[in-house]
T-cell receptor, first 115, second 111 residues
Framework: GAVVSQHPSWVICKSGTSVKIECRSLDFQATTMFWYRQFPKQSLMLMATSNEGSKATYEQGVEKDKFLINHASLTLSTLTVTSAHPEDSSFYIC???????????FGQGTRLTVV | EDQVTQSPEALRLQEGESSSLNCSYTVSGLRGLFWYRQDPGKGPEFLFTLYSAGEEKEKERLKATLTKKESFLHITAPKPEDSATYLCAVDPSGGNTPLVFGKGTRLSVIA
């Protein structure tokens, strides 16, 4: 399958600071990327969809000013958690789809802990 | 509304004990059904894509099948390393829209 690389795999930050998570498609052009949040023993919760060169579409209840998504190229999308608080601690996962295949491929995930 | 339901929620098997996981779906139009495996603390790993009823795909001890209303993931003679959460997802509209995921089946295989 295609490779999606997510970085960092884990991060600890202080409350009030911002954290950036990168998601790269290594061997295909990702026209669309998705960002998910996952709580322990729960399923994936879609946060937003981003198309290359366009503004992200956020799911209901997701604060777009808090979770900034940029998809400036066909291989890179970033999620920035601004002014992080302990309740933002979670597992964040990106996913990418291209035009050549119908499958979505996932990154390894990022464990964010806000202290 | 497009919907995916997976059962059982959790399954515990003895090593070598074959079984099946179910994924039933209700969608306006199916562009593909996908199976993923997720290990704790990792992102989902792609396993299979099925497009039409009657289609089957195999990989090692896993075989996925598809009907017009559901998909099965058959696990033959499982090993402890098959323990994971298995996720089913559908693409209801094609293009670059999000997949619709089920809540997953947590499989534990005991030696």
């Amino acid at each position: 399958g295609a490779v999606v690389s997510q970085h960092p795999s884990w991060v600890i930050c202080k409350s009030g600071t911002s954290v950036k998570i990168e998601c790269r498609s290594l061997d295909f052009q990702a026209t669309t990327m998705f960002w998910y949040r996952q709580f322990p023993k729960q399923s994936l919760m879609l946060m937003a969809t981003s198309n290359e060169g366009s503004k992200a579409t956020y799911e209901q209840g997701v604060e777009k000013d808090k979770f900034l998504i940029n998809h400036a190229s066909l291989t890179l999308s970033t999620l920035t958690v601004t002014s992080a608080h302990p309740e933002d601690s979670s597992f964040y996962i990106c996913s990418a789809r291209g035009t050549a295949r119908t499958e979505a491929f996932f990154g390894q995930g990022t464990r964010l802990t806000v202290v | 509304e497009d919907q995916v339901t997976q059962s059982p929620e959790a399954l515990r098997l003895q090593e070598g004990e074959s079984s099946s996981l179910n994924c039933s779906y209700t969608v306006s139009g199916l562009r593909g059904l996908f199976w993923y495996r997720q290990d704790p603390g990792k992102g989902p790993e792609f396993l299979f894509t099925l497009y039409s009823a009657g289609e089957e795909k195999e990989k090692e001890r896993l075989k996925a099948t598809l009907t017009k209303k559901e998909s099965f993931l058959h696990i033959t003679a499982p090993k402890p390393e098959d323990s994971a959460t298995y996720l089913c997802a559908v693409d209801p509209s094609g293009g670059n829209t999000p997949l619709v995921f089920g809540k997953g089946t947590r499989l534990s295989v005991i030696a």
